[in-house]
């Protein structure tokens, strides 16, 4: 089965009756979310609620027990499925930035552009350089990540995923590894991502970016969905009592 079957009109995303066992550890308990094209959906809630697990569920970097996912109308959980054309489709930034040390920042962009998307060096350096000015890292092409902030290497890692072209972005808790002061660089450009359109999941512990810039917010506690909606709503007036509890400590 191939990747020809994308339908764009589609939900981006479509999870149905997720289950995630570790063995006798049930993390996720039958999740069910859509996010649609253009939606930044934000995921909040306490360590071990399951946040993280469901949003690498999303590209299949965990691997369900049980349920679906449907990427743009082609069902990744379908054995048959290439997952890695799918993948190409899908952006993915961590806690760590994972970028090659020993690569220069452009090297680090086009690797991937070359070895996946299969093009030539000229293009992927012309996409590269195209990407690195969207993020405001366009000076740094030719630095090594060990001369970079944690800041500016969270923003080449954003680049590096635009590379790729992808139609969505994950973004798993992007600016907890990072100092206070460089947390708003990475936040900006995540809001202009989100300003152009971009569909985006985020699992985060930055409520003002929730606030600002989710269209949905959901809360996550035992690997359930507890509560989600619009997220200035659900921030000022939680009608969850496990909600309002874990709102009270981070707010």
């Keep these: 089965m191939t990747t020809d079957l994308i339908n764009l009109s589609a939900p981006a995303i479509d999870i149905q009756g997720l289950v995630k066992h570790y063995g006798d550890n049930e993390v996720l308990k039958g999740i ?24 690498r569920s999303v590209n299949m970097l965990e691997e369900p027990t049980g349920g679906k996912i449907v990427i743009e109308g082609i069902d990744i959980t379908d054995p048959d499925i290439d997952i890695d054309r799918v993948r190409a489709r899908i952006g993915m930034v961590f806690q760590s930035f994972n970028l090659f040390p020993h690569m220069s920042v452009l090297g680090n962009l086009t690797i991937a552009q070359r070895q996946v998307k299969k093009r030539g060096k000229a293009e992927a350096e012309k996409v590269a350089k195209e990407m690195l000015e969207r993020v405001g890292m ?11 902030s944690g800041g500016q290497q969270q923003r080449v890692a954003i680049a590096r995923s635009l590379c790729m072209n992808p139609d969505m972005m994950l973004f ?5 590894a990072l100092d206070p002061e460089l947390v708003g660089e990475v936040l900006q450009v995540m809001r202009t991502l989100a300003d152009e359109g971009m569909t985006m999941m985020v699992v985060t512990h930055e409520m003002g970016f929730a606030r600002e810039v989710g269209s949905r917010l959901i809360f996550m506690d035992g690997g359930h969905i507890l509560e989600e909606g619009d997220p200035r ?10 909600t309002k509890d874990f709102l009270a400590r981070v707010l």
């Design 233 to 242: 709503e659900v921030l000022a007036n939680p009608q969850h009592q496990r």
């Design 172 to 176: 798993d808790e992007p600016t907890s």
């Design 138 to 148: 366009g000076h740094k092409a030719d630095a090594y990540p060990s001369h970079l």
């Design 32 to 55: 069910d979310l859509t996010v649609n094209a253009g939606e930044v959906v934000c995921v909040i809630g306490p360590s071990g609620s399951g946040k993280s697990t469901l949003l």
